[in-house]
T-cell receptor, first 118, second 118 residues
């Protein structure tokens, strides 16, 4: 089945530093990837839609200068949390839909990245 | 705007009991898609089922079954003869059909944490 690899799975960083999270589709191409954020015991909130070769589309209230998204190829999207602060600590999870699928093909999710900012 | 409500925050059952997870949704679109995902303690999201708004047939897959009722805007999920391995957070999600044909984002409910004990 379709596999989405997300790296790292866990990261601890100091306040003020930047952290990059990678999301790779291993056996399919993804024109579009989605980045979600999940607070403990809460739902997944869509942060942004990452489009290969173009700018990401951010949801209302998400700072695009803080959460930099780059979708440089059909198999890789990255999320960089810039100047991280403790309130950015969360579980970040990416998802992708097979380029060959339809708009309602199931999204395939990565295993998530737990970010802790100290 | 779309909304997904999972009123049950946590459910605890004893193994072999049947359990139903409720999902109620709101959307203005006549064409939409409903999903259930499972999130085990490891964090990844596992796709369980997709149902489109035109297909109200109930579905059974092994111990899992889904009841889609458009009249009540509900898409409930039943696990028969629950097992410890079913312990996870279950998310119901909604996607509206994109007119442009591009990938549509998912709106998630807040999830129901299911604990199955021996």
């Amino acid at each position: 089945g379709a596999v989405v690899s997300q790296h790292p799975s866990r990261v601890i960083c100091k306040s003020g530093t930047s952290v990059k999270i990678e999301c790779r589709s291993l056996d399919f191409q993804a024109t579009t990837m989605f980045w979600y954020r999940q607070f403990p015991k809460q739902s997944l909130m869509l942060m942004a839609t990452s489009n290969e070769g173009s700018k990401a589309t951010y949801e209302q209230g998400v700072e695009k200068d803080k959460f930099l998204i780059n979708h440089a190829s059909l198999t890789l999207s990255t999320l960089t949390v810039t100047s991280a602060h403790p309130e950015d600590s969360s579980f970040y999870i990416c998802s992708a839909r097979d380029r060959g699928g339809t708009v309602v093909s199931p999204l395939h999710f990565g295993n998530g990245t737990r970010l802790t900012v100290t | 705007a779309q909304k997904v409500t999972q009123a049950q925050t946590e459910i605890s059952v004893v193994e072999k009991e049947d359990v139903t997870l409720d999902c109620v949704y709101e959307t203005r679109d006549t064409t939409y898609y409903l999903f259930w995902y499972k999130q085990p303690p490891s964090g990844e999201l596992v796709f369980l089922i997709r149902r489109n708004s035109f297909d109200e047939q109930n579905e059974i897959s092994g111990r899992y079954s889904w009841n889609f009722q458009k009249s009540t805007s509900s898409f409930n999920f039943t696990i028969t003869a629950s097992q410890v391995v079913d312990s996870a957070v279950y998310f119901c999600a909604l996607s509206e059909a994109s007119r442009s044909g591009t990938a549509s984002k998912l709106t998630f409910g807040t999830g129901t944490r299911l604990q199955v004990t021996l």
